[in-house]
């Protein structure tokens, strides 16, 4: 058998593997979802004071529905409630004896934020047995997403079939591409056959601001700047955390998609990312395929980054680890690589500033030493010029983002205190034992296992190098100069991760001490140290002459090493986030939180009506849709105000019938309070319009974006041109 023959079988048998795995794909679901207790019923109670005594907060999406309450009741008055944002807008009488109340629920949009209640009304007995939520269609739209990716993995396995044969590509780098392909799909095979988005520490956050995205959309905002559903509909700001990536889930759950697959296919989309990121980087550094191939398997299934994804549910990290292999990549290029492919570093920061804020932190501090280690060759060389189109570019692309966070940061009047405070980070050090143990040792939370170990994989290749930087110290390239200094790097990080770093020293440094608060966890830089790991060993093994022989066989042996470690981890991720079953998760809204620290200022209570001061001011008319609010008031003379439900964020206007602004004040829950001192009646009209600023550096980065791209035409363009041009003078 040839080995082309060879290189054909691999590729069929890797189109099985990913379609077989595809397919796998769960269909839609419209069985009825079911909330009991354990004991048969969800709560019994008597007594004399009226109570809520039982609530479910649900997602659902445009259509009809079927709410059904078996219960027992020996009193009348008892009643179930139907909320939005926290404002009843029905309500249906339970009956007196034992049976089950029916209610049809139509909903017109779709919403979040929707409270069935049921309330006690403070005499009697009363069980609730079970309360069942039905509806004729299925919950969400997700079949169709199967066939999708059947259809996406047979373009790119022809596509890559078309540029081997068109000699674009060469076979081999088909086959590697087909062998990163594979990798991709293992890491993710298992997200696709889950009813459930499992556990997260952060994973109801990054679900809020999903579907709060979503939200934004559908009401007309782009980019979407508050969420309008959020907060019982006071709006909640999306300035403050990147979230460019998050409109792939987001769009997805336009079409109709579940927010469970929605975000299973991003953690898919963020996998496939980085195992293409990682292969490409290490391509800067040497042509072979197996150090590609190696260092991007060894990346992917790090267990750091699996827990970012599948236990921490740190969408950021994860998102920026995608691209911290083209930010070293750039930063070779630009210090002493091929000067003219500058650009990596710029696709490479612009990835981690629309991730992460503190990953754009640590990133930025790990390249800034790296320029300044070079520092000699970049100014005797000139490449500063590099170096300056970079950095110039990169903040250029950026505006869209960086305006509106920097605005708000300091002048926004949120309550950041909760970031600012000191973070105990000298407690969240590893034990060195911990980090290099060889042998499992977990944290078990609540059965997910957190784990920060580099395991056998990594630490092979951590004495690998060592062994290789002090075997080859003759006759050193420039090349291999720069991986020594990233290697060095990689052992910084590893020592400031454990508590042999004098962390508790630091605390008397005071912009030490804030920097590291705003850290809060040393053990975030295991994941930078780990992306250099994987570069810097696959290359040095892969080419050292004295494993050429046993090559093939040790890059084999630490793939499958890599490969069972992993499949040994008991990551229980079928588990319901909500504890309540699979098919709950598709509906329930207990994903949706907003932290405080993004809020206006304020000690008090935020509702989802309106509020007047006093009994002087009546209201006659009142309409809410999204950021917008009409109404029509009285009021007696004197000085009133009424306390509006929308955060006051910038960009809000609030005018009466004649366009004149109203005096506006922030309430004490930080929300919107206009001052009113009329005897007739008057309108109010508020609606959110984007400041000028931030529009205006939308669209500097949209122009940055428009002439990079041009540029980067005309430059292939022009050397296609002086290629064709010498090749007919010869």
């Given at each position: 058998?040839t080995?082309?023959?060879?290189?054909?079988y691999?590729k069929?048998?890797?189109v099985?593997?990913?379609l077989?795995?595809?397919?796998?794909l769960?269909k839609?679901?419209?069985?009825?979802?079911?909330?009991?207790?354990?004991?048969?019923?969800l709560?019994?109670?008597?007594?004399?004071?009226?109570?809520?005594?039982?609530?479910k907060?649900?997602?659902?999406?445009?259509?009809?529905?079927?709410?059904?309450?078996?219960?027992?009741?020996?009193?009348?008055?008892n009643?179930?409630?139907?909320?939005?944002?926290?404002?009843q807008?029905?309500?249906?009488?339970?009956p007196?004896?034992?049976?089950e109340?029916?209610?049809?629920?139509?909903?017109?949009?779709?919403?979040?934020?929707l409270?069935?209640s049921?309330?006690?009304?403070?005499?009697?007995?009363?069980e609730?047995?079970?309360?069942?939520l039905e509806t004729a269609?299925?919950?969400h739209?997700?079949?169709?997403?199967?066939?999708?990716?059947v259809?996406?993995?047979?373009?790119?396995?022809?596509?890559?079939?078309v540029?081997?044969c068109?000699?674009k590509?060469?076979?081999?780098m088909?086959?590697?591409?087909?062998?990163?392909?594979?990798?991709?799909?293992l890491?993710?095979?298992?997200?696709?056959?889950?009813?459930?988005?499992g556990h997260?520490?952060?994973l109801?956050?990054h679900?809020?601001?999903?579907?709060g995205?979503?939200q934004?959309?559908?009401?007309g905002?782009f980019?979407?700047r508050?969420y309008?559903?959020?907060?019982?509909?006071?709006?909640y700001?999306?300035?403050?955390?990147?979230?460019?990536?998050?409109?792939?889930?987001a769009v997805?759950?336009?079409?109709?998609?579940?927010?469970?697959?929605s975000?299973?296919?991003?953690?898919?989309?963020?996998?496939f990312?980085a195992?293409?990121?990682?292969?490409?980087?290490?391509?800067?550094?040497?042509?072979?395929?197996r150090?590609?191939v190696?260092?991007?398997?060894?990346?992917?299934?790090?267990?750091?980054?699996?827990?970012?994804i599948?236990?921490?549910?740190?969408?950021g990290?994860?998102?920026?680890?995608?691209?911290?292999?083209?930010v070293?990549?750039?930063?070779w290029?630009?210090a002493?690589?091929d000067?003219?492919?500058?650009?990596?570093?710029?696709?490479?920061?612009?990835?981690?500033?629309?991730?992460?804020v503190?990953s754009?932190?640590?990133?930025?501090?790990i390249?800034?030493?790296?320029?300044?280690?070079?520092?000699?060759?970049?100014?005797?060389?000139r490449?500063i010029?590099?170096?300056?189109?970079?950095?110039?570019?990169?903040?250029?692309?950026n505006?869209?983002?960086?305006?509106?966070?920097?605005?708000?940061?300091?002048?926004?009047?949120?309550?950041?205190?909760?970031?600012?405070?000191?973070f105990?980070?000298?407690?969240?050090?590893?034990?060195p034992?911990?980090?290099?143990?060889?042998?499992?040792?977990?944290e078990?939370?609540?059965?997910?296992?957190?784990?920060f170990?580099?395991?056998?994989?990594?630490?092979?290749?951590?004495?690998?190098?060592?062994?290789?930087?002090?075997h080859?110290?003759?006759?050193?390239?420039?090349r291999?100069?720069?991986?020594?200094?990233?290697?060095?790097?990689?052992?910084?990080?590893?020592f400031?991760?454990?508590?042999?770093?004098?962390?508790?020293?630091?605390?008397?440094?005071?912009f030490?001490d804030?920097f590291?608060?705003?850290?809060?966890?040393?053990?975030?830089?295991?994941?930078?140290a780990?992306?250099?790991?994987?570069i810097t060993?696959?290359?040095?093994?892969?080419?050292?002459?004295a494993?050429?022989?046993?090559?093939?066989a040790?890059?084999?042996?630490?793939?499958a090493?890599?490969?069972?470690?992993?499949?040994?981890?008991?990551?229980?991720?079928?588990?319901?986030?909500?504890?309540?079953?699979?098919?709950?998760?598709?509906t329930?809204?207990?994903?949706?939180?907003?932290?405080?620290?993004?809020?206006?200022?304020g000690?008090?209570?935020?509702?989802?009506?309106y509020?007047?001061?006093?009994?002087?001011?009546?209201?006659?008319?009142?309409?809410?849709?999204g950021?917008?609010?009409d109404?029509?008031?009285?009021?007696?003379?004197?000085?009133?105000?009424?306390?509006?439900?929308?955060m006051?964020?910038?960009?809000y206007?609030?005018?009466?019938?004649?366009?004149?602004?109203?005096?506006?004040m922030?309430?004490?829950?930080?929300?919107?309070?206009?001052l009113?001192?009329?005897?007739?009646?008057?309108?109010?009209?508020?609606?959110?319009?984007?400041?000028v600023?931030?529009?205006?550096a939308?669209?500097?980065?949209?122009?940055?974006?428009?002439?990079?791209?041009?540029?980067?035409?005309?430059?292939?363009?022009?050397?296609?041109?002086?290629?064709?041009?010498?090749?007919?003078?010869?």
């Open positions: 058998m080995i082309l023959q060879k290189r054909t691999v069929k048998a890797l099985i593997l990913i077989m795995i595809l397919v796998s769960n839609d679901s419209s069985e009825p979802i079911i909330f009991t207790g354990d004991s048969g019923f709560v019994q109670h008597a007594g004399d004071t009226q109570k809520e005594l039982y609530s907060t649900l997602i659902l999406e445009k259509g009809n529905y079927q709410v059904k309450l078996a219960y027992t009741s020996s009193e009348e008055g009643t179930l409630w139907i909320r939005n944002h926290d404002v807008i029905d309500n249906a009488k339970i007196v004896g034992e049976g109340l029916c209610y049809d629920l139509r909903v017109d949009e779709p919403t979040p934020d409270e069935v049921v309330h006690y009304a403070g005499k009697g007995y009363l609730l047995k079970s309360f069942t269609q299925p919950w739209r997700d079949s169709w997403v199967r066939g999708m990716l259809l996406a993995a047979g373009f790119v396995i022809l596509l890559l079939d540029l081997a068109m000699g590509i060469s076979e081999r088909s086959l590697e591409i087909f062998f990163i392909l594979g990798i991709a799909v890491s993710s095979s298992f997200l696709l056959n889950q009813n459930s988005v997260g520490d952060d109801t956050y679900l809020t601001r999903i579907e995205i979503a934004g959309l559908r009401a905002q980019p979407v508050i309008p559903d959020m907060l019982l509909g006071n709006g700001l999306n300035a403050m955390y990147p979230s460019l990536f998050l409109y792939i889930p997805f759950r336009l079409m109709g998609v579940s927010y469970v697959v975000y299973k296919l991003f953690l898919i989309f963020i996998n990312a195992a293409f990121a990682m292969y490409a980087a290490i391509k800067c550094f040497s042509k072979s395929g150090a590609a190696l260092g991007t398997a060894l990346y992917v299934f790090a267990r750091y980054r699996l827990n970012n599948l236990v921490r549910g740190a969408l990290e994860s998102l920026a680890m995608i691209f911290l292999p083209l070293i990549a750039g930063v290029q630009i002493a690589g000067r003219r492919k500058w650009w990596i570093l710029v696709i490479g920061a612009t990835g981690v500033i629309q991730s992460h503190l754009t932190v640590i990133y930025a501090a390249a800034f030493v790296l320029v300044c280690s070079c520092a000699g060759k970049i100014v005797r060389e490449r010029v590099e170096l300056t189109k970079a950095i110039g570019l990169t903040l250029l692309v505006m869209g983002f960086l305006v509106p966070f920097l605005t708000y940061y300091v002048k926004g009047n949120l309550n950041l205190g909760v970031l600012t405070e000191t105990a980070y000298w407690v969240e050090s590893l034990n034992a911990y980090l290099f143990g060889i042998f499992r040792i977990t078990d939370d609540a059965g997910f296992v957190r784990d170990e580099l395991h056998l994989p990594l630490l092979s290749l951590l004495g690998f190098g060592l062994i290789y930087c002090v080859n110290r003759s006759g050193v390239s420039e291999d100069r720069f991986l020594r200094k990233l290697f060095v790097l990689a052992w910084i990080l590893l400031m991760t454990t508590n042999w770093f004098p962390y508790e020293k630091i605390r008397d440094v005071a030490l804030s590291f608060s705003m850290l809060q966890f040393p053990w975030r830089l295991e994941g930078p780990i992306g250099i790991l994987a060993g696959a290359v040095w093994l892969v080419e050292y002459s494993m050429e022989r046993y090559c093939n040790v890059v084999i042996a630490m793939i090493m890599v490969l069972l470690d992993v499949s040994h981890w008991n990551l229980q991720w079928s588990q319901s986030m909500t504890g309540a079953g699979t098919d709950v998760d598709r329930c809204a207990d994903i949706i939180y907003c932290p405080e620290e993004y809020m206006v200022r000690d008090g209570v935020f509702y989802g009506g509020i007047v001061s006093d009994e002087q001011v009546e209201v006659q008319t009142y309409e809410k849709d950021l917008k609010i109404m029509t008031y009285k009021a007696a003379p004197g000085a009133h105000w009424i306390d509006l439900p929308l006051h964020y910038m960009g206007s609030v005018t009466n019938e004649k366009g004149e602004n109203y005096d506006v922030t309430a004490d829950a930080g929300n919107i309070k206009v009113i001192e009329n005897t007739e009646w008057h309108e109010i009209h508020v609606q959110y319009r984007e400041p600023l931030f529009r205006f939308v669209y500097i980065s949209a122009g940055g974006c428009f002439m990079a791209v041009i540029a980067a035409v005309l430059r292939r363009r022009g050397c296609i041109l002086v290629l064709g041009v010498k090749h007919g003078e010869r």
